[in-house]
């Protein structure tokens, strides 16, 4: 708890910081908000009636993760039956993992209690003292640039495929694992559930068997160069989800959700790092080498090293170290 405490302080300290940054949705006044707190309760059927009044919220509340709905609705602080659905945004979200063999590669388990830790698969309890072990997701370059690429191939479906101009759609790096898309078309927008199905099916080429196709249709065939993209169907069809809002802290990382303006040479363990520089003392209990700002942290192990916040809050909210002292005053 006492650290979480200590996380949520670099936490107030960005959103104080940069609020005035921090850009409310369209129609700000017809969408549902929801976060969770640090205490881990989760809130829904918030509105604000402007991006003041939302970036207020931000600045007093200190929220673990905030959502917005990618719906518009007649009103948004009703019960989910009768809030008056009038359309959503279209998403899509890329998760690392369904995209990279690489990630299972780096990914480790770690105890909770002893934090003995190892290669995947994990084991049921840990082996050292029988308590619980949590599996860690360990991002590379290597990854990060598939996922990358997972999103440049998303982006020449809808474009060329679908027909979307890049102007109608919006990227941006999830804050922890992935890329989040945002298609803003007024036609699609008013699309429901059964449409939004067809249209992952297509991207995903579900039903699509590539071995037997590969066999029986001539190399001039019909999509044949096509890359099948891994999108979460879930999140693309859930016209009623609430979404992590750009420019917020991911709860898992402490990087932000940030918008990306050019995918080939966005770096997201740059661009998405906006906690203090400032060093901070931690007990890294295990940490894998990682790049943040070009530069190298770790692998560090059982030792109390001082660095940037940035890397302290990535270790400690992946459960890899704990600050040294009581900094949440
Ligand atoms: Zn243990």
């Not at 640039?145 to 999830?174: H, Q, R």
């Not at 400032?278 to 700002?293: C, N």
């Amino acid at each position: 708890m006492e650290q979480l405490q200590t996380v949520k302080k670099f936490f107030r300290w960005y959103y104080f910081n940069n609020s005035e940054k921090i850009k409310a949705p369209e129609s700000t006044e017809s969408r549902e908000f929801g976060y969770r707190d640090f205490n881990g309760n989760m809130v829904r059927h918030l509105s604000f009636k402007s991006e003041g009044e939302y970036r207020a919220f931000l600045v007093k509340t200190v929220p673990k993760s905030v959502y917005y709905s990618v719906a518009f609705y007649i009103d948004p602080t009703a019960p989910m039956e009768s809030k008056g659905w009038i359309k959503a945004d279209l998403v899509f979200d890329i998760d690392i993992k369904d995209v990279s063999e690489k990630i299972k590669e780096n990914s480790f388990w770690i105890c909770k209690k002893c934090h003995s830790f190892g290669r995947l698969p994990a084991p049921k309890v840990c082996p050292n003292c029988g308590s619980e072990v949590e599996e860690v997701e360990w991002v590379c370059d290597e990854c990060l640039n598939e996922v990358k690429g997972a999103a440049l191939d998303l982006l020449n479906i809808l474009t060329e495929d679908f027909g979307l101009s890049k102007k109608e759609i919006s990227i941006y790096f999830s804050g922890n694992n992935g890329y989040h898309f945002y298609v803003y078309n007024e036609e699609m927008r008013k699309m429901g559930q059964q449409e939004r199905m067809e249209i992952v099916d297509y991207i995903t080429m579900k039903g699509f068997d590539s071995s037997v196709y590969s066999k029986n249709i001539p190399e001039n065939g019909f999509m044949i160069n096509r890359k099948r993209v891994p999108v979460d169907p879930n999140v693309t069809v859930d016209i009623k989800r609430v979404f992590r809002a750009p420019d917020s802290l991911h709860d898992e990382s402490g990087l932000a959700k940030k918008e990306v303006d050019s995918l080939e040479s966005f770096d997201p363990l740059d661009k998405a790092v906006v906690l203090p520089e400032e060093p901070v003392e931690v007990l890294m209990y295990y940490m894998p080498s990682i790049r943040f700002k070009g530069e190298t942290f770790g692998p560090y192990k059982q030792e109390k090293v001082k660095v940037p916040a940035y890397v302290a809050v990535y270790a400690v909210l992946k459960g890899l170290a704990e600050f040294t002292e009581n900094r949440s005053g």
